[in-house]
């Protein structure tokens, strides 16, 4: 069975409580009649230039704020490179649930950001939470988070050099696995890094060295079937380093896990782990 949520205690206290990534909690895509009368659909952000590029995703984002106001949390969806601003939200009232659309997005790198400056995130709020859909595939979201949480958003979904493995439905790649990534940021955010690889040592994803200190960032990739290696290397240090949390999750393609890992890292440790997909 899949657990609705990681155990707060083995993330430590700096970490909020996990995501739920289970399929009867976020379902793909969220059916707009579950989300109530009080949904309100911000206007659909098209592209600036008069030709649309050839190969584009559509991205879905539900905030939901339902029974708790806050006008202390923002968010921004924008283009890594040029920080161009596509999609933007705040001011939540109460009970609110909204649901942003931006319709054909070019292939390239993005960043989904939540912040709250109170440094409270959702505060106590049960129901509230963030999800994010390319083209209805759900990628990454959270129930909780204190001053920021960063999701990072690869398109194409799937690495982008794996195409002579890939199984191909109507022209795009299927994914045999979903990998999700979180890690929480210490006090010397530019000291944590991670890589993926297949079984030839090829590095398929990678990120870090972060900037920001207790931050929360996210990862989502889409996996062909193979032999896969993740490892996260710590190199903290100083007067008083402090362990970082992170968490793995990867399912297969009907929802079953293939690993749940959650762990302390230590200053100047690394750890790796395996796993395998759909052979």
Same mark, same amino acid.
């Not at 949390?245 to 440790?269: A, K, M």
């Given at each position: 069975?899949? !657990? $609705?949520?990681?155990?707060?205690?083995?993330?430590? *206290?700096?970490?909020?409580? =996990? /995501? &739920?990534?289970?399929?009867?909690?976020?379902?793909?895509?969220?059916?707009?009649?579950?989300?109530? !009368? $009080?949904?309100?659909?911000?206007?659909?952000?098209? *592209?600036?230039?008069?030709? =649309? /590029? &050839?190969?584009?995703?559509?991205?879905?984002?539900?905030?939901?704020?339902?029974?708790?106001?806050?006008?202390?949390?923002?968010?921004?969806?924008?283009?890594?490179?040029?920080?161009?601003?596509?999609?933007?939200?705040?001011?939540?009232?109460?009970?609110?649930?909204?649901?942003?659309?931006?319709?054909?997005?070019?292939?390239?790198?993005?960043?989904?950001?939540?912040?709250?400056?109170?440094?409270?995130?959702?505060?106590?709020?049960?129901?509230?939470?963030?999800?994010?859909?390319?083209?209805?595939?759900?990628?990454?979201?959270?129930?909780?988070?204190?001053?920021?949480?960063?999701?990072?958003?690869?398109?194409?979904?799937?690495?982008?050099?794996?195409?002579?493995?890939?199984?191909?439905?109507?022209?795009?790649?299927?994914?045999?696995?979903?990998?999700?990534?979180?890690?929480?940021?210490?006090?010397?955010?530019?000291?944590?890094?991670?890589?993926?690889?297949?079984?030839?040592?090829?590095?398929?994803?990678?990120?870090?060295?972060?900037?920001?200190?207790?931050?929360?960032?996210?990862?989502?990739?889409?996996?062909?079937?193979?032999?896969?290696?993740?490892?996260?290397?710590?190199?903290?240090?100083?007067?008083?380093?402090?362990?970082?949390?992170?968490?793995?999750?990867?399912?297969?393609?009907?929802?079953?896990?293939?690993?749940?890992?959650?762990?302390?890292?230590?200053?100047?440790?690394?750890?790796?782990?395996?796993?395998?997909?759909?052979?």
């Amino acid at each position: 069975s899949i !657990p $609705s949520s990681l155990p707060t205690s083995s993330l430590g *206290p700096s970490m909020p409580d =996990a /995501p &739920t990534y289970t399929p009867t909690r976020v379902p793909s895509p969220l059916p707009t009649s579950t989300l109530g !009368p $009080s949904v309100s659909v911000a206007p659909t952000h098209t *592209p600036t230039s008069s030709s =649309a /590029p &050839t190969i584009c995703y559509d991205i879905r984002i539900v905030i939901s704020m339902k029974g708790f106001e806050n006008d202390e949390t923002s968010w921004e969806f924008y283009q890594k490179r040029s920080r161009e601003v596509i999609l933007q939200g705040g001011q939540f009232q109460d009970d609110a649930i909204e649901e942003y659309e931006a319709k054909c997005i070019e292939q390239d790198d993005y960043v989904f950001k939540i912040t709250n400056s109170g440094g409270n995130g959702f505060g106590e709020c049960s129901t509230c939470g963030y999800y994010l859909y390319v083209d209805e595939r759900f990628i990454g979201g959270n129930t909780a988070f204190i001053d920021a949480d960063i999701v990072n958003v690869r398109l194409p979904l799937y690495q982008r050099e794996l195409n002579d493995d890939m199984v191909f439905f109507n022209g795009q790649p299927t994914c045999i696995g979903d990998f999700f990534l979180g890690i929480v940021t210490g006090d010397n955010p530019q000291g944590i890094t991670w890589v993926l690889t297949n079984e030839d040592g090829e590095t398929l994803f990678q990120g870090g060295p972060y900037s920001k200190v207790f931050e929360s960032y996210r990862e989502f990739a889409c996996l062909p079937d193979g032999h896969f290696t993740f490892t996260v290397y710590n190199s903290e240090d100083g007067a008083s380093p402090l362990s970082i949390p992170y968490f793995v999750y990867v399912f297969g393609i009907e929802w079953d896990i293939i690993i749940l890992q959650s762990s302390l890292l230590s200053f100047n440790t690394s750890e790796s782990t395996s796993f395998v997909l759909g052979v």
